[in-house]
């Protein structure tokens, strides 16, 4: 049993340096990237490339919101008014979420972009943006 063992591991040796004299390394040439993509060549962004964004269901709803008190939440209804932004008191709380929270009208969502969130955020600590499904939400008008 240990011949046949040592046979089989000889005759692997062989083979092995067989196959290696057999195919000699050589450099394989290849294709420039530029022939592949063609004139893509770089990534764009979305919004690069004059795009509008993926539509929304009309079942979801944009809120904004998440500040702690009714005080805070009232400021920010009167920022948004400022700048002619429709919102509605959510009642309650949300499902998943802390605080109190506003809902923006359909008409006014393309004015509210999470640039703007971002800028309301320096002066409303905590301010979120939100996209959820309208089934649930109670206003308080």
């Known amino acids: 049993m240990r011949w046949l063992f040592l046979l089989l591991l000889v005759l692997n040796v062989v083979f092995y340096v067989w196959h290696q004299q057999e195919a000699p390394l050589r450099v394989k040439e290849v294709a420039p990237l530029s022939l592949y993509k063609g004139n893509q060549q770089e990534i764009r962004l979305l919004r690069e490339t004059g795009a509008a ?3 929304r269901r009309h079942d ?14 009232d400021a920010l209804r009167q920022r948004l008014l400022s700048l002619d932004i429709d ?3 959510v009642a309650g709380q949300l499902p ?10 359909v008409e006014s969502e ?6 703007m969130v971002e800028s309301l955020s320096k002066d409303f600590k905590d ?5 959820i499904f309208c089934g649930g939400i ?3 008008e």
């Open 110 to 115: 393309r004015l509210l972009d999470q640039s």
């Open 127 to 131: 301010l979120k943006r939100k996209i």
């Open 87 to 89: 919102t509605q008191l």
């Open 96 to 105: 998943g979420a802390d605080g109190q929270w506003l809902k923006v009208a």
């Open 60 to 73: 979801e709803c944009l809120v904004v919101g998440g500040l702690p008190s009714k005080e805070q939440i």
């Open 138 to 140: 109670a206003t308080a």
């Open 53 to 55: 964004a993926p539509a």
